[in-house]
C-alpha cells in the first residue's frame, strides 16, 4: 500500500515529517487491519474444512462488514451474531452484510457479554451447524499473525528511517501484530505506539490492553518490547459520538490534509498525535508513520 506524505501544517511547524500508510485503499469493502486480521482466519478454516464462518460485532462493525465481504468473496457462508435486539430498520453495514449472504442473529446485550460462553456456542451450533468461530475484531492468534505481515511491510518500505509507527487501538491485536513484524524485521529501537480508543482501557483496564499484547504476542512465538499504549484520546468512548472540540478537529484535518478518517478509530489517532505533536513529544526531524486501518463505512453511523 502506498505511503503519503502529509501536508499538516501542526507538523510542519514541529519539523515533523508524518507519512500514511494508505491501507484504507486495500480494498473497497475488505480493507486496512481487518483484511490481515481475517486473512490467515480464512485460510484456517478453509484448509480445517470449514464451509461457515461465524463471527459477533456491533450495527456498524467494520469487522462484520469486511467479512460478509470476505465470504462472499472466497466462497464461505458467514453468520454474524449483532449485539442488541434486531431494530425496525437496520444499519447501512448490516443491509451490505445481509446483501452479501450473511445471516445476521441478533442477541441481547447481556447475552452478547457473555458471548465467549459454551452455552451460546451449543445455541448457535444447534441452529446453524458447525462453524468456524472468529473473535470479534478478528482478534486471535491468526489475526495478529497477519498484523505482523503488515509491520514487515512497513519495514520493507520505510526500512529504519522512521522515529515512531501510530496506530489506533481497539482490541491492541494490530499493535501487537504490527510491533512483532516491526522487530522481527530488525527495528530495535522505534516505537509502536497504539492510541487506546476505549474509555475504560484507563486503570486496570489499560494494564489489561498491555498484557493482551503480550499474549497476542505470545500466540505467534513473538515477545518485543517496542511497543507503548497511549491513553486518554478515546473521545468518550468507542462508537461514541465524537465531542464537539474532535469533531472540530476532525473537519479541519480532513480539509486540510484531503484524508478522510473515520471517526471510531482513525480520528482518534490523528487527534492524539495531534496533541502530542502540540507538546513537543517527537523531537524536531522526527518521522512519523501513521496507519490508516480502514473503516471508512463506518462514517454512515455519524451521518458523515
Not at 454474524?80 to 444499519?91: A, D, F, M, Q, T
Request: aromatic share 12%; net charge positive; charged share 20%.
Amino acid at each position: 500500500m502506498p505511503l503519503q506524505r502529509l501536508n499538516w501544517a501542526l507538523a510542519t511547524q514541529r519539523s515533523v515529517e508524518i507519512w500514511v500508510r494508505r491501507d484504507d485503499l486495500i480494498d473497497t469493502h475488505l480493507s486496512g487491519n481487518k483484511f490481515y486480521k481475517l486473512y490467515y482466519n480464512l485460510r484456517a478454516a478453509k484448509a480445517a474444512g470449514y464451509k461457515q464462518l461465524l463471527s459477533f460485532g456491533g450495527a456498524y462493525s467494520n469487522h462484520i462488514y469486511a467479512l460478509a465481504a470476505a465470504a462472499k468473496a472466497y466462497g464461505f457462508q458467514a453468520v454474524g451474531v449483532i449485539r442488541g435486539e434486531r431494530p425496525k430498520y437496520l444499519s447501512p453495514t448490516l443491509q451490505d452484510a445481509e446483501a452479501w449472504g450473511m445471516k445476521l442473529h441478533f442477541v441481547s446485550r447481556t447475552d452478547y457479554r457473555e458471548r465467549s460462553s459454551p452455552e451460546l456456542r451449543q445455541k448457535l451450533t444447534d441452529i446453524y451447524g458447525d462453524f468456524f468461530e472468529i473473535p470479534e475484531g478478528g482478534a486471535n492468534a491468526y489475526g495478529v499473525q497477519g498484523t505482523k505481515a503488515l509491520g514487515v511491510a512497513i519495514h520493507r518500505q520505510v526500512k529504519s528511517d522512521y522515529t515512531s509507527v501510530c496506530l489506533a487501538s481497539g482490541t491492541a491485536n494490530t499493535l501487537a501484530g504490527v510491533a512483532a513484524g516491526l522487530q522481527r524485521a530488525g527495528d530495535l529501537a522505534q516505537k509502536v505506539i497504539g492510541f487506546s480508543v476505549l474509555k475504560d482501557a484507563g486503570d486496570r483496564g489499560f494494564q489489561s490492553l498491555g498484557a493482551q499484547v503480550i499474549n497476542y504476542q505470545k500466540a505467534i512465538n513473538e515477545s518485543t518490547s517496542n511497543w507503548c499504549l497511549i491513553n486518554g484520546f478515546h473521545g468518550g468512548g468507542y462508537g461514541k459520538k465524537l465531542p464537539t472540540n474532535m469533531r472540530q478537529f476532525m473537519t479541519g484535518f480532513e480539509c486540510e490534509t484531503e484524508l478522510q478518517l473515520d471517526p471510531v478509530y482513525t480520528a482518534k489517532m490523528c487527534w492524539g498525535v495531534a496533541q502530542l505533536l502540540a507538546k513537543d513529544y517527537w523531537q524536531s526531524g522526527s518521522r512519523l508513520v501513521l496507519i490508516h486501518t480502514g473503516g471508512l463505512q463506518g462514517r454512515r453511523g455519524f451521518d458523515l
